[in-house]
């Protein structure tokens, strides 16, 4: 991704709007397309943000 990295809120509030506007429909197909292709990226960037966060609270986790 050549722009700055997105913070998870950023990015799953942008990706609420890509699936708002790909439900709601009247978007050509090449639109589609390139918005489906954002979403697959906002949603990687979400995930690598959760990932990144379950690691940390498995380090901080006391182990029985």
């Known amino acids: ?3 700055a990295k997105l913070s998870y809120e950023e990015a799953r509030d ?3 709007q890509v699936v ?3 439900e709601a ?3 050509s197909l090449e639109e589609s397309l ?3 292709q954002r979403g697959e990226e ?3 960037i979400c995930q690598e943000w959760l990932d990144g966060a379950r ?3 498995e ?3 006391p182990t029985p």
Do not use: H, V
């Open 1 to 3: 991704m050549a722009t």
């Open 59 to 61: 380090a901080i986790k």
């Open 14 to 16: 942008e990706l609420a």
């Open 25 to 27: 429909g009247g978007s």
């Open 42 to 44: 906002l949603a990687a």
């Open 55 to 57: 690691k940390k609270l």
């Open 34 to 36: 390139s918005l489906w």
């Open 20 to 22: 708002t506007t790909l």
